[in-house]
């Protein structure tokens, strides 16, 4: 068995990763591309998406740091390898680089924010000896700007990691959002002007700037969110996975007493599916990867570390999110990669926040049709929509439906199980489930609760003669589900008999089993349910 490699669990220094002997996935190919070819740039990507360790390996390339991309031995011996960009014709100059790090969770108060501002130029202001002559932050980036490019003899390069997130948890407080505003005109207005002082500028956030009035003096920032040839300049594609990361897999393999072929399939089916440009070329979420091959265990590492408390807050202001309908429908690209400051539209905050991906493009139509990724982005998004819509009563009755499903799980008892469902729905308050009753509602609510659970449930599954409301796959059986408001249960039944649904899966191997659900207008909750095998 091949010598466990150490993995930057949490890691976004370029230097801590490469002098640590840390596994590092080799994207300087990329960023040769992208300094030779290009200066002032934009990237939007989904959080805990290799960000922050972009910024931090640009950093190390301008400020000619070549040992760090040789081949080199560390002190604990680990051999780390020759990067691409070592054996180009960069010449390795030592340029000024200033960097922006916004990413600090805790940045909530404007003051806050204006504190960071101010150490941040306070500190390059030092290293280089220079007094500022006026508080004023768009002033002294000139002079900043200015002199670094008069006393080195190099322009300067301008780093910013996520730009937006102090405005991404202040959204629904507008004063605060245009302070900020202000303050980020600020400090990156000059980039444009001063383009004479200016080697290079490389700006990282989750939503698409050009909109947000932030940089709109700024508007010759190259946007690269999109493009096919830098589509892979965060994460880990399908490609690097195989080889690169092909020892991780098979280690992992052995520890789960698998194969190298099932181990790359439950790595996929947990952890790929993003897709950024029209190549819709596979992407992998690097932090779940990361995370994975460190502990060895496939888990929801991205959603449970990660979720985010703006986004639930943000939902609640716009209209609903049914998750059984949100996917597949198509766009053009300016329909989800606007800002989401309006709250009058969920598609762009769930798409530039890595809930929603592209998944295909229509090149006749220049449309694109999006979707959730993957299984992880799937159960976490249905354990965000649960909080959302249930923060009226709490969280513990989705405790008890869980133990319920588990035991559902394990014993293949369906009885206890759609009793606990009737237990759950009768603790939904009036206030709350007045307006929205009516048969997609449970059959939405029934699909959101299930996939939060990690279970394998369809929601309008197709079959010759229709669609099924929902089919739940299990380990030990498959239940083919039709709800019906105001109707009988023997009517969902007939209906599924009529159609034949269940008929789709009678070579699966598991027993099947046809459900039919009424729910009454009168009672808010299930009156009636019949089940017949196959």
Request: with cysteine.
């Amino acid at each position: 068995m091949a010598t466990k490699r150490k993995y930057p669990v949490g890691m976004q220094s370029f230097e801590s990763i490469r002098q640590g002997g840390y596994l590092y996935v080799d994207k300087t190919e990329l960023i040769y591309k992208l300094i030779t070819e290009g200066k002032p740039y934009f990237l939007s990507r989904p959080r805990r998406f290799g960000k922050s360790l972009l910024i931090s390996t640009l950093a190390a390339v301008f400020e000619g740091r070549r040992e760090l991309f040789e081949a080199f031995t560390t002190e604990d011996g680990i051999e780390q390898p020759q990067l691409f960009i070592a054996a180009t014709n960069w010449k390795w100059e030592k340029y000024p680089v200033l960097r922006f790090d916004f990413s600090a969770g805790d940045l909530t108060t404007i003051e806050q924010l204006d504190t960071l501002i101010d150490q941040t130029l306070k500190g390059y202001e030092r290293q280089y000896g220079i007094t500022p002559e006026v508080p004023d932050a768009n002033i002294r980036m000139i002079n900043l700007m200015r002199t670094l490019h008069k006393d080195t003899g190099k322009r300067v390069v301008v780093l910013c990691d996520e730009y937006d997130n102090f405005i991404l948890h202040a959204l629904g407080d507008d004063e605060k959002v245009a302070q900020a505003r202000q303050r980020f005109q600020n400090v990156f207005g000059p980039l444009k002007a001063e383009d004479d002082h200016l080697q290079f500028a490389f700006i990282t956030g989750i939503s698409k700037f050009s909109q947000m009035g932030i940089f709109s003096k700024l508007n010759n920032l190259n946007n690269i969110s999109m493009r096919d040839d830098y589509a892979s300049i965060c994460g880990i594609s399908e490609d690097e996975l195989v080889t690169q990361l092909r020892p991780d897999i098979e280690m992992m393999a052995q520890r789960n007493g698998t194969d190298y072929d099932d181990m790359l399939a439950q790595l996929k089916a947990r952890y790929d599916g993003y897709h950024f440009s029209e190549a819709v070329e596979d992407m992998y979420n690097p932090f779940s990867l990361v995370n994975a091959f460190a502990s060895g265990q496939v888990y929801d590492y991205w959603f449970d570390r990660g979720t985010s408390g703006a986004l639930i807050n943000m939902l609640a202001q716009m209209p609903p999110v049914d998750i059984t309908t949100i996917e597949d429908d198509y766009f053009e690209a300016t329909m989800f990669d606007l800002p989401f400051v309006n709250f009058d539209d969920p598609i762009p905050i769930l798409y530039q926040s890595g809930y929603l991906t592209i998944k295909d493009y229509e090149r006749e139509y220049r449309q694109f049709r999006l979707g959730i990724p993957n299984q992880e982005v799937r159960q976490g998004f249905a354990q965000c929509l649960y909080q959302h819509v249930t923060a009226a009563w709490g969280v513990g009755q989705r405790n008890g439906l869980f133990r319920a499903y588990s035991k559902f799980q394990r014993d293949n008892d369906l009885a206890p199980f759609v009793e606990s469902f009737k237990a759950f729905f009768a603790g939904i308050p009036y206030q709350w489930e007045k307006d929205n009753r009516n048969e997609h509602y449970y059959h939405a609510l029934l699909y959101t609760l299930l996939t939060s659970f990690g279970a394998d449930v369809r929601a309008e599954e197709p079959t010759a003669k229709g669609q099924t409301d929902l089919t739940l796959l299990m380990p030990k059986g498959i239940y083919v589900m039709e709800i019906k408001y105001d109707y009988t249960a023997q009517e969902a039944l007939d209906q599924i008999n009529r159609k034949g649904y269940a008929e789709k899966y009678a070579l699966d191997g598991r027993p099947v089993t046809k459900i039919g659900i009424a729910f009454s207008s009168e009672e808010r909750n299930i009156t009636d349910w019949q089940a017949i095998p196959l």
